[in-house]
């Protein structure tokens, strides 16, 4: 069946670097992604989302990027921070799809002093 | 708010037992989900329900479990009888309305099946 992918399990990046974490999908009905942080013992924290009709969008410190071509989805964290280790999962969505979330398997972020 | 409540929060039990996980939502939410988590699978959906009436239980694995939703503020999953390969973080989460509001995930329940 279809399902949400992510490129690499672990990242690792040093302390105010810039980090990427990237995403594969391949449910081209899909057309609502979300991004989620997990930090260790706790449950997913909603970071971002983003919806079909959109390339970009921007938060506080993220931005997240949807290449609808290549069926491609990527977080941005900038000037990253002790606190934003963790795993972090995309998500997806079909609109009016009555199934929740399918979730990736998730990047674990390491951030290095 | 004190987001989405679970109880309780580590559960160890013996395979063939009971066993009941519990979910209060955030109030005036009116979808919530539970889901699982391992580090085999990841996260799965196991059921979702808008309104307190299930949508989508096709995430159920088997017969040995069933959840409901008496109102809007309790939800309970149950497995009966346990098993080992049941051990896993169960997760409930609650939106708005649907899945394509945001879903606020509580702190999990940590089950061991032995």
């Known amino acids: 069946g279809e399902s949400v992918g992510l490129h690499l399990p672990t990242l690792s990046v040093q302390e105010g670097d810039n980090s990427i974490i990237n995403c594969a999908y391949s449910?081209?009905?899909?057309?609502?992604f979300i991004w989620y942080k997990q930090e260790s013992g706790k449950g997913p924290q909603f970071i971002i989302d983003?919806?079909?009709?959109?390339d970009k969008r921007q938060g506080q410190r993220v931005t997240v990027l949807l290449n609808k071509t290549v069926k491609h989805l990527s977080l941005q964290i900038a000037a990253t921070q002790p606190g934003d280790s963790a795993v972090y999962f995309c998500?997806?969505?079909?609109?009016?799809?009555?199934?929740?979330?399918?979730f990736g398997k998730g990047t674990h972020l390491i951030i290095q002093p | 708010d004190a987001g989405v409540i679970q109880s309780p929060r580590h559960e160890v039990t013996e395979m063939g037992q009971e066993v009941t996980l519990r979910c209060k939502p955030i109030?005036?939410?009116?979808?919530l989900f539970w889901y699982r988590q391992t580090m085999m699978r990841g996260l799965e959906l196991l059921i979702y329900?808008?309104?307190?009436?299930?949508?989508?239980d096709s995430g159920m694995p088997e017969d040995r479990f069933s959840a409901k939703m008496p109102n809007a503020s309790f939800s309970t999953l149950k497995i009966q009888p346990s098993e080992p390969r049941d051990s896993a973080v169960y997760f409930c989460?609650?939106?708005?309305?649907?899945?394509?509001?945001?879903?606020?995930f509580g702190p999990g329940t940590r089950l061991l099946v032995l």
């Open positions: 989460a609650s939106s708005f309305m649907g899945s394509q509001e945001t879903q606020y």
């Open positions: 449910n081209s009905a899909s057309d609502y």
């Open positions: 983003i919806r079909s009709n959109m």
């Open positions: 998500a997806e969505n079909i609109q009016g799809g009555a199934d929740g979330l399918t």
């Open positions: 109030s005036g939410h009116n979808s």
């Open positions: 329900f808008n309104n307190n009436v299930p949508i989508d």
